[in-house]
């Protein structure tokens, strides 16, 4: 197949998933084209055979308040379907990639127009989508797509219940994760001993330091278990919380344990070498950053929200609790890290589950049955769009 990846090029979810899917895709064979405004970050330097790249301009006008960024998408769009003969168009995020990938099949002048398929990874739902000023919009773009999938069960039924949308016209399709890049056995001891000293627990944060994120209970979780044990903290990414953390570390205390290492697009050997991943979010539609670290063998100590409890399984993987309760979360480390037997069965039990259940190898295939059903429902009419029906 030809295929045109929309995604968001940042350090998130969602774009980590479609960098990952696309690159997969393209080792089997397939011909991908990454659209964004920038080279995705999980992209990379190193040219790989099949795929392609195709920068989304904007422009700036005194008339306008901002650019009009879903116009320019979409323009970007159509000339690489036409170019290309693009089979599908998979847009990661409703708002604004789908609505572009529809405006885009709708101003093709060729006969051959693409399916389009829309992938839901959580605040283009859960916050954005619900807004007023884009409701309509999120709506129209879910229910005109060929075929819709979330990330989990979770956000299938949120989307259905908040958005109106039927259940069953939802396909969940979870994150998948590459086992044989985060694994266990890609510990560095020389990337361990860039952070903690030989006895000194090392403890990981990966997030784009959102609000969403409470990358401040993170901060409050480490200071307690630093009280018990020698350790140390990396902070990973970055992003509108960072300067508030810096301060709460140096009111906690703790500033020389903790280390702020910006965006790193290679984490692997740095979460194999860790021994707890905290992800204390308030929302969470998955949680790939905490597969990534159970496939690398790391227990993860996050919170009941969400699709959370789809990935981490309580008391086996990890452990989930309430949003803000960090001293339980203190607790549930300090049981993990006192003990080695213990955290040596969280250690084996995260990687099995990551490995048995999310690795691309068993998920991804399921988007190349779903780009099919795409095709064949475009091909019945490919000239209209298709209003999905909604909850009464």
């Known amino acids: 197949m030809k295929l045109a990846m929309v995604l968001n090029s940042g350090v998130g979810g969602s774009g980590v998933l479609a960098t990952e899917l696309g690159l997969w895709l393209s080792k089997a064979g397939h011909q991908v084209h990454f659209v964004a405004?920038?080279?995705?970050?999980?992209?990379?330097?190193?040219?790989?055979?099949?795929?392609?790249?195709?920068?989304?301009?904007?422009?700036?006008?005194?008339?306008?308040?901002?650019?009009?960024?879903t116009l320019s998408e979409a323009s970007k769009l159509v000339e690489v379907c036409e170019q290309f003969e693009i089979d599908?168009?998979?847009?990661?995020?409703?708002?604004?990639?789908?609505?572009?990938?529809?405006i885009a099949r709708q101003m093709i002048r060729r006969a051959k127009r693409p399916a389009v398929i829309t992938t839901l990874h959580g605040t283009d739902v859960t916050l954005v989508g619900l807004d007023p000023a884009y409701l309509r919009a999120t709506q129209w773009s879910i229910e005109s797509s060929d075929v819709v999938t979330a990330v989990s069960d979770y956000l299938a039924a949120v989307t259905s219940s908040d958005m109106g949308v039927r259940h069953d016209d939802i396909q969940v399709v979870h994150n998948g994760v590459d086992s044989r890049r985060f694994k266990p056995q890609a510990a560095s001891a020389a990337v361990r001993a860039r952070y903690a000293k030989p006895d000194e627990r090392l403890l990981v944060h990966v997030s784009n330091l959102r609000a969403v994120k409470r990358a401040d209970d993170v901060v409050r979780v480490f200071a307690?278990?630093?009280?018990?044990l020698p350790?140390?903290?990396?902070?990973?990414?970055?992003?509108?919380?960072?300067?508030?953390?810096?301060?709460?570390?140096e009111e906690l205390g703790v500033t020389d344990k903790v280390s702020f290492v910006g965006t790193l697009p290679r984490i692997e050997s740095l979460l194999a070498s860790s021994d707890l991943f905290l992800l204390p979010s308030s929302q969470e539609s998955f949680g790939l950053s905490a597969l990534e670290a159970m496939a690398s063998g790391v227990p993860i100590i996050a919170t009941n929200i969400g699709g959370l409890p789809e990935v981490v399984e309580h008391g086996v993987s990890g452990y989930l609790h309430d949003i803000g309760d960090v001293d339980a979360m203190t607790e549930s480390a300090l049981r993990l890290l006192k003990d080695p037997v213990v955290h040596g069965q969280f250690r084996r039990a995260a990687n099995l589950r990551a490995v048995q259940m999310f690795d691309e190898s068993l998920v991804f295939p399921r988007y190349l049955e779903l780009y099919e059903l795409a095709l064949e429902r475009h091909l019945e009419d490919p000239t209209a769009l298709r209003p999905r029906s909604r909850v009464a």
């Open 224 to 228: 307690k278990v630093a009280n018990e």
């Open 37 to 69: 405004t920038s080279v995705p970050f999980r992209l990379g330097e190193d040219g790989c055979e099949n795929v392609f790249f195709h920068k989304i301009a904007s422009m700036t006008y005194p008339l306008f308040d901002a650019p009009l960024m």
């Open 231 to 249: 350790a140390k903290l990396v902070m990973v990414g970055d992003g509108p919380e960072r300067q508030h953390i810096s301060a709460l570390t």
């Open 88 to 102: 599908v168009v998979h847009a990661h995020y409703a708002i604004p990639h789908a609505a572009a990938a529809l």
